[in-house]
Structures are given as structure tokens and as C-alpha cells.
């Protein structure tokens, strides 16, 4: 059964730092796509940034530059590395994986196949 949980979240200032981390129970015998999405209140839920089988990471705009995710395989763990952090990134942060990996990109909540339950991220001005 796949589970992954999300930690890190919390409380940072504008132009401050935060590093998300999710712990994933996963198939050994699958490779999965990883990403991140957020969800603002009152918005609908957002592709953050991926990572793939090839370890081909992508991002939203809204990001680029700014967040880095990576993964750990012997962990089992996906990062989000966030700087200069933003008001407007505050929300609730998901981790989300998809199997299969048919080598595009994925950026819509519905091509993921599972999720985490989300950590809060507040960014305050």
C-alpha cells in the first residue's frame, strides 16, 4: 500500500527558507513520478514541481529559481527545498506520486495516484 507523508511545514517569514520533506512507502517494483502541488484557501490545488524517473525535474513559474525538489531513493524521500519564500506561497503543501512514469510531464492533480495529507506552509509579511 502506498503512503506518503509530508513534514516540515510551518511558520517563516518573507525571504526566509523552509525545507519540506515526505516520506513515501512505494513498490519497490514501480518507479514513480514525485511531485508537489499547494493549496491556498479558497484556490484549487497547483502543480509545485516534479521529479521523475530520470530524475528530469520540472517546476511551475511561480517557482523556478526559487524551490528545488530532489529525492533521496535509499530514504524513500522526496524534498522540497523553498527559499525566498513569498506570501502568496502560503498553503497547504502536498506530496503526490503517480505510477507509471511514460516519460512526459505531469502537472494535473488528476494524473496523480495518491497523496498525502498536506502540511501547512505560512509565509508571513
Same mark, same amino acid.
Given at each position: 500500500?502506498?503512503? @506518503? #507523508?509530508?513534514?516540515?511545514?510551518?511558520?517563516?517569514?518573507?525571504?526566509?527558507? @523552509?525545507?519540506?520533506?515526505?516520506?513515501?512507502?512505494?513498490?519497490?517494483?514501480?518507479?514513480? *513520478?514525485?511531485?508537489?502541488?499547494?493549496?491556498?484557501?479558497?484556490?484549487?490545488?497547483?502543480?509545485?514541481?516534479?521529479?521523475?524517473?530520470?530524475?528530469?525535474?520540472?517546476?511551475?513559474?511561480? #517557482?523556478?529559481?526559487?524551490?528545488?525538489?530532489?529525492?533521496?531513493?535509499?530514504?524513500?524521500?522526496?524534498?522540497?527545498?523553498?527559499?525566498?519564500?513569498?506570501?502568496?506561497?502560503?498553503?497547504?503543501?502536498?506530496?503526490?506520486?503517480?505510477?507509471?512514469?511514460?516519460?512526459?510531464?505531469?502537472?494535473?492533480?488528476?494524473?496523480?495516484?495518491?497523496?498525502?495529507?498536506?502540511?501547512? #506552509?505560512? *509565509?508571513?509579511?
Amino acid at each position: 500500500q502506498v503512503q @506518503l #507523508v509530508e513534514s516540515g511545514g510551518g511558520l517563516v517569514q518573507t525571504g526566509g527558507s @523552509l525545507r519540506l520533506s515526505c516520506a513515501a512507502s512505494l513498490r519497490t517494483d514501480r518507479t514513480y *513520478v514525485m511531485a508537489w502541488f499547494r493549496q491556498a484557501p479558497g484556490k484549487e490545488r497547483q502543480f509545485v514541481a516534479a521529479n521523475s524517473r530520470s530524475d528530469v525535474t520540472y517546476y511551475a513559474d511561480s #517557482v523556478k529559481g526559487r524551490f528545488t525538489i530532489s529525492r533521496d531513493n535509499a530514504k524513500s524521500t522526496v524534498y522540497l527545498q523553498m527559499t525566498m519564500l513569498k506570501f502568496e506561497d502560503t498553503a497547504v503543501y502536498y506530496c503526490a506520486a503517480r505510477w507509471p512514469d511514460s516519460g512526459r510531464y505531469y502537472y494535473s492533480v488528476a494524473e496523480y495516484n495518491y497523496w498525502g495529507q498536506g502540511t501547512q #506552509v505560512t *509565509v508571513s509579511s
